[in-house]
């Protein structure tokens, strides 16, 4: 993910001129900070009734004349989330819970306000105390929030409750966004407009491109342990505005527009993939994602990381053991510290260091982080499938992948068993050769790490806490510890990959496959970073249906692949034998 210290020198370029060494220090008093709610007028009506869209604005700052710089919190959450069901196609033998919500952590206003912020939250357009409606990435809420920043650097109006003007005399401008998973995909929407003042995003397990969310290289697709889940689904979930009605007409063409048949990416979808904006970044980067996240999947950050990357954008980037958290929960002092020195060093021009420390924190396993200066890790090798002529398998809709894995069920491939422990890190690629025959248009390709460890198997809540900064009556800033729970297990699968062999052309354009006929078919897994202990083996498990995440057809789809025309190509660090 890094270009080591050609990237560290353009960052430095790119960055303010530094102070000496040092970060800000908590010298303002919490209690009796300023508390003010205002409501920034955006440029677009998405509810269509005639007056521009107002955005709520609550903004907690330092009682100073010296003006500050702005942490920024952008999310449909704050007023909760409707009770919505998701669709119930995704059985489809004869033709059903939302995405985890992420509300607000808590420790910013806590942590940040005493060192000389001001901390801002804004509810997005169709949620809370906003008006217009919500589109679920679409172009008015980027725009919504790209308002409050030019509000904070003069260039948009408010008003208070009483409908007075209200101007951000307080601040320098200087705005950094951050939050996690919707609230970490607003920051990436924003900086893609690239927009003046937005010097810094913190993206913490946020979206990319929408389209890769729900949906994968034509195929549907669900986020893990919410199939039917869609775009529509969530856009009401979240519509917790005044008079919500007003966005039926909004939301119906959603629902339509997403296209739950073909899966084909569209203008549609192209109005949400903020990766095709990429070069109008002018923020910095630090990106965070969990390695075992399977709502807003890995590959979310990969392709943003590289694209940043080929981009030369100032950046940094934290991979944690965890899934769909923030990691305040997994490394919460060192969290803390890292986030103040880059909040530091981009908003308030101390410099702190951080740009020329490693570029990459990773958690290659639980409690056990590595730093590089580069990220991806060099390396590479592609992988025969082993064997030669041809192998099939039928498709069973009715179990898990990981059931399919235990049992070793679908076409399973072990490569020799490594002579050394090997480093995997990047986007893994597939090619094989196959013919399908049955209902399920999908392939699935599940990387797996064959041979026992101690492995990540999710977070529990402890009766401690901590106190990061001061409070008041209701808002202590004090919040629980967690700590990892961990399993020994035979296996894992490290990462995975979908296609719809409809779209083995463009994920954009549906051609029909003739059953019994072979195609070369080639797709990305989602990036990950994992080691691969010394006399594990590397696997590869070919299925169609993926229960977790795809649409489930009929049972009993024939895939025949031929051996020695299909690959795996990996970014191995490290001999394998």
Not at 208 to 219: E, Q
Not at 473 to 481: A, L, V, Y
């Amino acid at each position: 993910m890094r270009l080591a210290a050609s990237i560290v020198a353009i960052a430095m370029l790119l960055a303010p001129a530094p102070a000496a060494a040092s970060e800000a220090r908590p010298t303002y008093d919490y209690a009796t900070a300023v508390r003010e709610e205002v409501w920034v007028r955006t440029g677009v009506d998405s509810d269509a009734d005639g007056r521009p869209d107002r955005v709520a604005v609550r903004i907690i700052r330092p009682a100073t004349s010296t003006k500050v710089p702005v942490i920024f919190q952008a999310s449909p959450y704050y007023a909760g989330l409707n009770d919505v069901p998701n669709h119930d196609d995704v059985d489809r033998s004869g033709i059903t819970s939302l995405a985890a919500s992420i509300s607000f952590a808590g420790y910013l206003d806590n942590y940040f306000v005493p060192r000389g912020y001001a901390v801002v939250f804004a509810d997005s357009l169709g949620t809370g105390g906003s008006d217009g409606c919500p589109t679920s990435g679409g172009r008015n809420e980027t725009l919504g929030m790209k308002a409050v920043v030019d509000w904070l650097n003069g260039r948009a109006s408010a008003v208070d409750a009483a409908g007075n003007p209200v101007r951000a005399g307080w601040t320098t401008g200087r705005t950094g966004m951050i939050g996690v998973s919707y609230n970490g995909t607003l920051p990436n929407a924003v900086a893609a407009t690239g927009v003046e003042g937005l010097e810094t995003i913190v993206p913490i397990a946020g979206i990319s491109s929408w389209y890769d969310y729900y949906r994968a290289n034509g195929g549907v697709v669900a986020p893990g342990g919410f199939p039917g889940e869609d775009l529509d689904v969530l856009a009401r979930a979240v519509l917790t505005r005044q008079n919500p009605e007003v966005c039926a007409p909004v939301i119906d063409a959603i629902e339509k527009a997403q296209d739950r048949e073909t899966g084909d990416y569209s203008r549609f979808w192209a109005e949400r993939d903020y990766l095709r904006d990429v070069g109008k970044v002018k923020a910095s980067v630090f990106l965070v994602h969990g390695l075992h996240d399977l709502n807003v999947r890995t590959g979310q950050a990969g392709q943003w990381w590289d694209a940043l990357s080929r981009r030369h954008v100032p950046r940094k980037i934290w991979l944690h053991q965890a899934a769909h958290t923030d990691p305040f929960h997994v490394r919460r002092d060192v969290w803390l510290a890292t986030l103040g020195r880059w909040f530091d060093y981009w908003l308030q021009r101390i410099d702190t260091g951080i740009m020329r420390e490693p570029i990459a924190d990773v958690e290659v396993a639980p409690n056990q982080w590595e730093t590089s200066r580069t990220w991806p890790l060099p390396g590479s090798s592609a992988l025969r499938l082993p064997g030669s002529g041809t192998q099939s398998f039928v498709d069973d809709p009715a179990r898990t992948a990981e059931e399919i894995v235990a049992d070793g069920g679908g076409l399973v491939y072990q490569f020799p068993a490594l002579t050394e422990e090997t480093r995997l890190t990047g986007t893994p690629e597939i090619t094989v050769r196959a013919a399908l025959s049955g209902a399920s248009p999908y392939l699935t390709a599940l990387l797996v790490d064959y041979g026992a460890a101690e492995r990540y198997a999710g977070l529990r809540t402890l009766p401690e806490q901590d106190c990061v900064g001061p409070g008041i009556e209701g808002d202590p800033g004090c919040f629980n510890r967690r700590e990892y729970v961990t399993a020994t297990t035979p296996f894992e699968i490290v990462t995975r990959g979908w296609l719809d062999t409809r779209n083995r052309l463009s994920p954009a354009v549906t051609t029909p496959i003739v059953a019994g006929r072979e195609y070369t078919f080639r797709w990305k897994l989602q990036t990950t970073d994992h080691v691969f202990a010394a006399g594990h083996r590397i696997g590869v498990v070919l299925i169609s249906t993926d229960r977790a995440h795809t649409l489930r057809y009929p049972a009993g789809t024939v895939v025949t692949v031929r051996l020695h025309l299909s690959k795996l190509e990996l970014r191995l660090a490290g001999t394998h034998g």
